[in-house]
């Protein structure tokens, strides 16, 4: 039933689309992921680490690409149960992936907290980005 | 097994959440010189520039020195939502009126501090109670709770 793919985390019931075109989309993302964190019974910590981080994500997206999508599951995994929130989009990509990651970095003239931030936030943190192509981010917070 | 999301159309949430953003920003004066405005809900960019407006156009008004923004029913504070409050406690400052956030939740305080954001010199408290009784000292108001009478 839980069976994982190479080491990824199956997952658990359907996924959940959330488009990111504007700041209220942002908003509704956000409460999805609230949501769907409360389904698992997630901690308040854990809860709004994952709101937290799926927040950053979003804003990047309207912020670097304009627009884009994030897809809010459960999954099961070796560790257990947990929440992976994916932000994609088809922008211009990430140029450099090692700055993007340092505190303080940013393109935006924002803090530049986003990225490193949410992946302090998170259990697991994978960034895909290829430039003109767009920028893919995977989080996952577990439950134990 | 695993029971199907209950499913709530996009444009439900959306008029929720529109719902929330058009709530009002009550400021209140609940004591001489001492503001009060708590915020429910998620803030966006466009929803922090209304509430500075709304606070500074209040703290002018009614030349208030202590301003308490309460911020347990926020949900989120993420990096952009931390820079919002950060510059609307700089901005009260200038105004000359200190600004406290309280209502700090742990978990609040917890992912502010794993995003690595510098809050610098603004002040916090856990509850609304502990600035309250900040602010009441700080305008020298104090309280006394009267004996029971004897019956």
């Not at chain 1, 910590?45 to 459960?74: C, Q, W």
């Not at chain 1, 995994?77 to 088809?90: H, K, L, M, P, T």
């Not at chain 2, 929803?47 to 002018?60: G, S």
Request: proline share 5%; glycine share 8%; hydrophobic share 40%.
């Amino acid at each position: 039933m839980s069976g994982e793919l190479r080491g990824l985390p199956s997952p658990l019931g359907e996924d959940l689309w959330a488009p990111v075109c504007d700041e209220p989309d942002v908003n509704i993302a956000i409460i999805l992921v609230g949501k769907v964190a409360d389904r698992l019974g997630l901690k308040p910590v854990a809860r709004a680490s994952i709101m937290t981080a799926a927040s950053e994500l979003a804003r990047n997206i309207i912020k670097y690409a304009g627009r884009g999508r994030m897809r809010i599951r459960l999954v099961q995994g070796s560790r257990g149960q947990g929440i992976e929130v994916v932000a994609e989009d088809n922008g211009p990509g990430i140029p450099d992936l090692q700055k993007a990651m340092q505190d303080h970095f940013s393109e935006s003239g924002t803090l530049g907290l986003g990225l490193p931030g949410a992946k302090r936030l998170m259990d697991d943190f994978h960034l895909w980005s290829e430039p003109g192509k767009g920028t893919r981010v995977t989080v996952r917070k577990w439950k134990a | 097994m695993v029971e199907t999301f209950s499913r709530m159309t996009n444009e439900k949430i959306a008029d929720q959440n529109r719902a929330m953003m058009e709530m009002s920003t009550p400021v209140t004066t609940i004591w001489q010189g001492i503001l009060l405005l708590p915020l429910v809900g998620i803030i966006d960019s466009r929803r922090a520039q209304d509430l500075m407006t709304a606070m500074l156009a209040k703290i002018a008004e009614t030349r208030s020195k202590i301003f308490i923004l309460d911020i347990s029913g926020v949900a989120v504070v993420d990096t952009a939502v931390a820079n919002h409050l950060i510059k609307i406690t700089k901005a009260t400052r200038l105004m000359g009126c200190e600004c406290t956030l309280s209502g700090i939740s742990p978990a609040i305080a917890q992912t502010v501090v794993e995003l690595g954001i510098d809050v610098g010199e603004v002040r916090t408290t856990a509850t609304l109670r502990d600035a309250l009784e900040d602010a009441f000292r700080r305008t020298g108001v104090e309280l006394q709770t009267r004996p029971a009478p004897s019956r």
